[in-house]
Structures are given as structure tokens and as C-alpha cells.
């Protein structure tokens, strides 16, 4: 493992979102995308939606506060059968028939991501994490051998009890750490192409956003719910380390003219 800034390594970290999930063209193109990407690659997923039709159809009534799902025991129950099996195994094996050497993985394989129970003061997550450490060099050993860690959006507490953990969170928190031994570009992919002034226009792309203009569209209600945790890791992985970050489409993997939207200090 290479320890000397000079002769960092590359790792590219991108997580997708439901929206690129449950469209199967969507996620077919992406998921080709990744896997002609040069270098050592972890992706990580989301699958909301997925959770969220499963609930219902069985009679629960999913909670949302800030793009942060409240997770009692019978929706822990469908998260990680949605996250850890199903969508997790899909992409696995879809990523195999590309000829990218992917791995699926929950943060309890390996002890690979370590939650802590979110203790919030006025409210109550249930089976939320927030992640508290990762294991480094494990993470590593994998990316050296030619493994590609595709990671779902469970952890655990390392007493036994899984952890619905945000998504973003766990892609933010393995750049962070992988920051120290390779220079990592944190990608987040989704329907849209950027970060946009207006969301139902897709030419308003917010080509750079700065902590002060953050502040100023989150005042404005110009960026609310799934994009507030989205960016709130964004900043936080900048100021840790990560080398870059961008916001968009999938296409900007493979196009370079494609829009997108990066994230300063």
C-alpha cells in the first residue's frame, strides 16, 4: 500500500440513487458507465423508493425528516432486505456480466463500516446510524486486490443491531477515511444533471456551490429535503481531505461535455 502523498493513488467513490434504481434502462447505462472507469472504484447505493413501495405494500407508512428516513423495527426489517439483498445483488451481478470484479457488502462484512445508534435530542430515528468508523485497511486490501466494494446502506453497531445508515453518509465517510492513503474524487449520481436553481428545469445546472451560497439557496428553499444531507457531506468530505466532488448525471462518467455540479470551499 502506497503511504507517500506524492504517489497517491486514485480511487473514485460514486453512490447512485433510487431514481437510477428502479429505472432498469437507467441503471443498465449507468451501471456499463462505471464499470469502463479507469482505476480502483467503490460504489454505494441507496434504493428509497424500493423500500418506501415495499412498506406500503405491506402496510407501513414510511416517515421522511430531511431526506433522512425514521426507521422502526418492522422498516428495518424491509431496508435491509430491499438494500443488503435484493438491490445489492443485482448490481453485483450486473456488474460482473460487465467485467468489473464487484463484491457487495453490508458495513457489518468485515466490520467494514461501524455505526452508532443516532441519539438525537427531540427526535426519535429508531434503527438510524451514524457512522463512526471504517475500517481502513481492510477497505484497502480489497481495492489493491482488484475488488470493487459495492456497499448498501446498512452498518452496524458492532453489539449485534443493524443500522439504516443514509447513503450519502456512507459515501462521504469512505472518502474521508480513504483520503489518507489514495487521492479520492466522491461522485453522486443521479436522475438530474447538477445540483439546479430550478428542479423542474433541467438547464439551470449550478455549475459551482460554495458554503455561502449553500447557506443562501437552503434559506431560499431552493435546496430542501434528500439534497440538504447530500451536500451537508459534501463540505464535510471537502474539509477532510477528499480531493474532488461532483453532482449529476451519470452520463459525465463517460462524456466530458457533460454538466455537472462541483462542490468548493
Known amino acids: ?65 430531511e431526506g433522512r428516513r425514521i426507521t422502526d423495527a418492522p422498516m428495518l426489517e424491509v431496508v435491509v432486505g430491499v438494500y443488503a ?16 470484479n464487484a463484491m457487495g457488502f453490508s458495513g457489518a462484512d468485515g466490520n467494514l463500516i461501524l455505526s452508532d445508534k443516532r441519539n438525537h435530542a427531540t427526535i426519535d430515528y429508531g434503527f438510524v446510524g451514524d457512522v463512526k468508523k471504517v475500517n481502513t485497511n481492510l477497505l484497502a486490501s480489497l481495492l489493491d486486490n482488484g475488488i470493487t466494494p459495492v456497499f448498501c446502506a446498512i452498518t452496524h453497531d458492532g453489539k449485534g443491531q443493524l443500522l439504516n445508515t443514509n447513503a450519502d453518509t456512507i459515501a462521504s465517510e469512505l472518502a474521508i477515511a480513504l483520503s489518507a492513503i489514495y487521492d479520492v474524487t466522491l461522485i453522486y449520481c443521479f436522475e438530474k444533471p447538477g445540483v439546479l436553481f430550478d428542479a423542474e428545469d433541467d438547464n439551470s445546472v449550478i455549475e459551482a456551490i460554495h458554503p455561502d451560497l449553500y447557506s443562501k439557496l437552503k434559506a431560499e428553499q431552493a435546496i430542501h429535503s434528500g439534497m440538504i444531507p447530500k451536500l451537508d457531506n459534501c463540505f464535510n468530505s471537502l474539509s477532510k481531505g477528499v480531493q474532488q466532488i461532483r453532482i449529476g448525471h451519470h452520463r459525465m462518467l463517460q462524456n466530458k461535455r457533460a454538466t455537472y455540479t462541483t462542490i468548493t470551499l
Open 1 to 65: 500500500m502506497v503511504e507517500n502523498n506524492i504517489d497517491k493513488e486514485f480511487v473514485t467513490i460514486i453512490k447512485i440513487g433510487g431514481n437510477i434504481i428502479d429505472n432498469p434502462a437507467e441503471l443498465a447505462s449507468f451501471l456499463a458507465d462505471f464499470a469502463a472507469l479507469e482505476g480502483k472504484t467503490i460504489l454505494v447505493h441507496g434504493g428509497g423508493k424500493s423500500a418506501t413501495k415495499l412498506a406500503q405494500s405491506m402496510g407501513l407508512a414510511p416517515q421522511m425528516i
Open 85 to 100: 439483498g435484493q438491490i445489492n445483488k443485482e448490481i453485483v451481478a450486473r456488474l460482473q456480466a460487465n467485467g468489473l
